[in-house]
């Protein structure tokens, strides 16, 4: 039994996604039974690094949604709109979507999942948070049995890479920062990079996940990198210290009842803590819960491959449950 995927976009990620479903030797066996039936992008004048047929490509982006021979609607458009009003309107006709959109699941996350849920339809986001780190899934299920305590890290690629080669090679914020965008890192408006909204979209999802409930987006403190300096990187390591763009949510006590802390903010970071070495593109989340413990996930937080490879384990996991599905007598 096929499955047919429908692209919605061919950017950074699109592109990383359309490579590992075009060549599926040596992956995961159920890939083969995945196939790219249509992509839909907003030009097609655009010069591309992977070539498609073009009977293949569209610019109208309702018409993937509403294909019914389509089983997997993959949203990699990024922004807020259409990509919000697609995902619904995919939901809508019954197909199954995976999208690593963290600003429209950060802010519509509620709307979405409640749709997909009165539909029986599933939602997955694996690339949204982390790149190519598989947590998502984690802390849905592996830690399913913990209290979670905190979960905080570094969830950012190009500030951490900024903040590296600020530190590592005295490199000018200008400078690195058309570096990383160059390197596929960067967000079409890298803005949301550096002033930390990025960072505060994953944390929103991550914390919604470890504590459950509604996170309220716009209540999240958040400050970037841009006032940090490279004197600022040099003074703290003279004194024992990284600074790192840190992501947090932990249960606080206030006025003898509990409650949730979620911020982001530049941190003097220990340089004996876990997090202080995290370096370049590199992302990681630390996860305390009770009665594990502590747990780091560690590993490329951004660009093409990394992503691709957490957008693709979420086709393969749609694959292996519709599979199941379709078996069931
Ligand atoms: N711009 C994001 C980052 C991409 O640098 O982390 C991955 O979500």
């Known amino acids: ?62 018409s993937i949604v509403t294909d019914p021979d389509i089983d997997i609607v993959v949203e990699l458009l990024g922004g807020l709109e259409p990509a919000r009003s697609l995902i619904l309107q995919a939901i809508k006709r019954g197909k199954q979507v995976v999208t690593a959109n963290k600003a429209v699941l950060a802010r519509y996350g509620d709307e979405i999942f409640s749709a997909a849920h009165g539909v029986g339809v599933y939602v ?59 390197l596929g890192y960067a967000e079409a408006d890298p803005t949301a990079d550096v002033d930390g909204l990025d960072a505060a979209d994953k944390i929103a999802i991550l914390a ?54 979620v911020r982001v903010h530049p941190t003097l970071v220990p340089s004996n803590h876990p997090l202080a070495s995290i370096n370049g593109v590199c992302n990681a989340i630390l996860v305390a819960g009770d009665p594990l413990g502590q747990v780091m996930f560690f590993g490329p937080g951004a660009g093409a491959g990394a992503t691709a490879s957490a957008v693709v384990s979420d086709i393969l996991n749609l694959v292996s449950l519709l599979g199941a599905i379709a078996l069931k007598p």
Do not use: W
């Open 1 to 62: 039994m096929g499955f047919k995927v429908g692209l919605l976009g061919l950017g950074t990620v699109g592109t990383g996604t359309a490579q590992i479903l075009l060549n599926p030797a040596g992956r995961h066996p159920l890939l083969s039974a995945v196939e790219i039936h249509r992509v839909g992008v907003r030009s097609l004048g655009k010069p591309r690094q992977l070539q498609l047929p073009a009977s293949m490509m569209t610019t109208n982006l309702e």
């Open 208 to 261: 919604a996940i470890a504590f459950g409930g509604r996170i309220k987006r716009e209540e999240i403190f958040c400050e970037g990198i841009r006032r940090v300096s490279a004197a600022d990187i040099n003074y703290a390591a003279k004194l024992g210290f990284a600074i790192k763009l840190l992501a947090i949510a932990q249960r606080s006590s206030r006025n003898g009842g509990e409650a949730l802390q």
């Open 124 to 182: 997955l986001f694996e690339g949204a948070v982390g790149g190519g780190i598989p947590v998502i899934q984690p802390l849905k299920q592996s830690l399913g049995a913990n209290r979670i305590i905190s979960v905080l890290g570094i969830v950012n690629g190009t500030t951490n890479y900024i903040l590296t080669e600020m530190s590592a090679k005295g490199t000018g914020f200008d400078e690195v920062l058309a570096q990383a965008q160059a």
